[in-house]
C-alpha cells in the first residue's frame, strides 16, 4: 500500500513557476513509477507527466513539453513537478499517481493516487 500526498499547489499569475511536490509513504518508492495528472470540473482525467521508477524514463503531454519538468528524488520518496511558464489552461487539480509496472500515460494503469492539489493561474 502506498499513500501519497500533494503539495505546492496555489494561485499564479500566468508566466510565473510552481513546483508540486508528491511524497510516497509506505511500499518501495524507489521500484515504483510515478505520474502527474490534472482535472478541471467536468472533464476527464487529464496525462501531464510520468516517470520510470529509477529516473530515467519520462513523458511529457504535449500540451506541457518545453514547459513542464517531472523528476523523483528516490532518497527522499518525492516525486516533483516543475511548472514553468504557466498559462490559465493549466489551471486544474493536480494528482500525483503510483503505479507497480512500468511507465505509462494512462490513468487505468495505476495503482495508487493522492487526494490533488489546486493550481490556479491567473491571466
Known amino acids: 500500500q502506498v499513500h501519497l500526498v500533494e503539495s505546492g499547489g496555489e494561485l499564479v499569475q500566468a508566466g510565473g513557476s510552481l513546483r508540486l511536490s508528491c511524497a510516497a509513504f509506505g511500499g518501495t518508492f524507489g521500484t515504483i513509477a510515478m505520474g502527474w495528472f490534472r482535472q478541471t470540473p467536468g472533464k476527464e482525467r487529464e496525462f501531464v507527466a510520468a516517470v520510470s521508477w529509477n529516473g530515467v524514463s519520462s513523458y511529457s503531454a504535449d500540451s506541457v513539453k518545453g514547459r513542464f519538468t517531472i523528476s523523483r528524488g528516490n532518497a527522499e520518496n518525492t516525486v516533483f513537478l516543475q511548472m514553468n511558464v504557466l498559462k490559465p489552461e493549466d489551471t486544474a487539480v493536480y494528482y500525483c499517481?503510483?503505479?507497480?509496472?512500468?511507465?505509462?500515460?494512462?490513468?487505468?494503469?495505476?495503482?495508487?493516487w493522492g487526494r490533488g492539489t489546486q493550481v490556479t493561474v491567473s491571466s
Open positions: 499517481a503510483a503505479t507497480s509496472g512500468p511507465i505509462t500515460k494512462q490513468a487505468r494503469d495505476y495503482d495508487y
